[in-house]
């Protein structure tokens, strides 16, 4: 009996871990969207020569806010679309030369090249803390500290026309954060995610959590003969 118990416990430990929470969970709501996983991104709305894509800071809950910034990269470039002294719901529009892939951050002179086929998002930290990107492979110990929300095909009227929403893990705390994922969430319209570009976190580890089922069940029988 003390055997099930213990591998039941590990089995919530194991399910508690893993699970990445909807986005109703990380907005306060009842949206049910689960992470897609997808680490890279592409945009979708390139029917003319210049066309844009807007990003809209939803929520901030960190501690770290008014150090936090955001932005977008591809290969060994990037660019700051959000820092600490912006406040939810600020939007920005990124401004994209489809033929030289030049993005300018609209009302600003900041502008970087961004391959409008592939490219990410970071999370900073300010000076004295980590960046973190949506490709878990590059951030510190493999972590996955991004969960992305398919919202395009609902048209959630209070997410500003997004299609994508990007929630974020605490940036500053050891282990992966707190789990909560609304520390930063940013909406972004016409953009979609690469298909085959998942976490490196499996979840919620089901071939894991079976094999510890199925040990139960065997230390079960053995302690009941």
């Given at each position: 009996?003390?055997?099930?118990?213990?591998?039941?416990?590990?089995?919530?430990?194991?399910?508690?871990?893993?699970?990445?929470?909807?986005?109703?969970?990380?907005?306060?709501?009842?949206?049910?969207?689960?992470?897609?996983?997808?680490?890279?991104?592409?945009?979708?709305?390139?029917?003319?020569?210049?066309?844009?894509?807007?990003?809209?800071?939803?929520?901030?809950?960190?501690?770290?806010?008014?150090?936090?910034?955001?932005?977008?990269?591809?290969?060994?470039?990037?660019?700051?679309?959000?820092?600490?002294?912006?406040?939810?719901?600020?939007?920005?529009?990124?401004?994209?030369?489809?033929?030289?892939?030049?993005?300018?951050?609209?009302?600003?002179?900041?502008?970087?090249?961004?391959?409008?086929?592939?490219?990410?998002?970071?999370?900073?930290?300010?000076?004295?803390?980590?960046?973190?990107?949506?490709?878990?492979?590059?951030?510190?110990?493999?972590?996955?500290?991004?969960?992305?929300?398919?919202?395009?095909?609902?048209?959630?009227?209070?997410?500003?026309?997004?299609?994508?929403?990007?929630?974020?893990?605490?940036?500053?705390?050891?282990?992966?954060?707190?789990?909560?994922?609304?520390?930063?969430?940013?909406?972004?319209?016409?953009?979609?995610?690469?298909?085959?570009?998942?976490?490196?976190?499996?979840?919620?580890?089901?071939?894991?959590?079976?094999?510890?089922g199925l040990l139960g069940i065997g230390l079960t029988r053995t302690f009941s003969t």
């Amino acid at each position: 009996m003390k055997s099930l118990v213990v591998v039941l416990t590990l089995l919530m430990s194991f399910a508690a871990y893993s699970a990445i929470p909807t986005l109703g969970d990380v907005l306060g709501n009842s949206y049910t969207e689960t992470d897609t996983g997808d680490e890279s991104f592409y945009l979708t709305d390139t029917s003319g020569l210049v066309d844009d894509a807007t990003a809209f800071l939803m929520f901030e809950y960190a501690g770290y806010a008014d150090y936090n910034s955001f932005g977008i990269y591809s290969g060994g470039t990037s660019m700051e679309i959000f820092n600490g002294s912006d406040s939810p719901t600020i939007a920005a529009t990124l401004s994209w030369d489809i033929l030289t892939n030049e993005v300018s951050l609209v009302g600003s002179a900041v502008s970087a090249f961004i391959d409008d086929t592939n490219f990410g998002f970071y999370i900073d930290a300010g000076p004295d803390g980590d960046r973190f990107f949506s490709e878990a492979s590059l951030n510190p110990d493999g972590e996955d500290m991004m969960a992305s929300y398919d919202v395009g095909a609902v048209g959630h009227p209070d997410l500003f026309g997004s299609n994508i929403v990007l929630a974020w893990e605490d940036v500053l705390l050891s282990n992966g954060g707190d789990g909560d994922y609304n520390d930063m969430v940013v909406g972004i319209s016409d953009i979609s995610g690469n298909e085959g570009t998942t976490s490196s976190v499996p979840e919620p580890g089901i071939p894991l959590l079976l094999s510890l089922g199925l040990l139960g069940i065997g230390l079960t029988r053995t302690f009941s003969t």
